[in-house]
């Protein structure tokens, strides 16, 4: 029950802060260069800050089974991996949409681009591995294998626009060195609230999806054990 009204509590912060955060995004004035094309920075920065923070958790959550062989940091890490791939598409989605007016074009195989959908790849096939594999034991350390060394994307994938020739612009939120916000403070004050809504979002789904993941595992589990006494 408390735990019910955890996940309840932080879904109705998470709306609010969403809601707040998309109004702010529709009265925020446009930017000098880019005008309204702005906005969608706001969307996609924290989409693409949360598929980070998911991959990351499917990578520490693998690596705690790893260690403790607990069943329900299984079922987080494939949560996480979940979350991952749905924010991952919409942060190429928002990418595509912003880069046609100001490339000329919705695609380009360019670094950051190219590193974001060979996650998709990643964690669409840890997502598969689980599904082809039907021993529990042995799908949850595989699994776990593979989320750990799929977390290297993260890093790769930040820095490929240091790394490499890109016309990816650098990240507006500058982490290198002396951390610098490159535009105007009112952005910064929306982007920060969108990126803690985000975030709540992400605890929010994982307690949800991880609750799903443990029902469905239960639910079989009692459908095994029928299945031997009647076998």
Do not use: C
Not at 114 to 141: C, D, F, H, K, Q
């Amino acid at each position: 029950m408390m735990r019910d009204r955890l996940t309840t509590g932080l879904g109705l912060v998470t709306l609010l802060l969403l809601l707040v955060g998309f109004t702010l995004a529709f009265v925020v004035p446009p930017d000098v260069n880019q005008g309204s094309l702005v906005r969608l920075m706001f969307v996609h920065v924290p989409s693409a800050w949360l598929s980070y923070l998911a991959y990351g958790g499917t990578g520490l959550f693998g690596l705690l089974y790893l260690i403790t062989r607990g069943r329900s940091f299984d079922r987080l890490s494939m949560a996480s991996a979940e979350i991952g791939l749905v924010f991952t598409v919409s942060t190429l989605v928002g990418g595509m949409l912003w880069a046609k007016p100001t490339w000329g074009t919705y695609w380009v195989w360019e670094p950051r681009l190219t590193t974001t959908a060979l996650s998709l790849l990643i964690y669409g096939g840890y997502l598969l591995v689980r599904g082809m594999i039907e021993e529990p034991e042995r799908r949850a350390r595989v699994a776990a294998v593979i989320g750990v060394a799929g977390t290297l994307y993260v890093p790769v994938n930040y820095m490929s626009v240091y790394w490499w020739r890109s016309i990816h612009q650098t990240p507006t939120l500058n982490l290198l060195g002396k951390v610098q916000f490159k535009a105007a403070p009112i952005y910064g004050v929306e982007l920060l609230i969108m990126t803690v809504a985000f975030t709540l979002l992400y605890v929010y789904l994982l307690r949800v999806r991880g609750t799903l993941a443990r029902l469905a595992e239960e639910r079989e589990e009692r459908a095994f054990d029928l299945e031997v006494r009647h076998g």
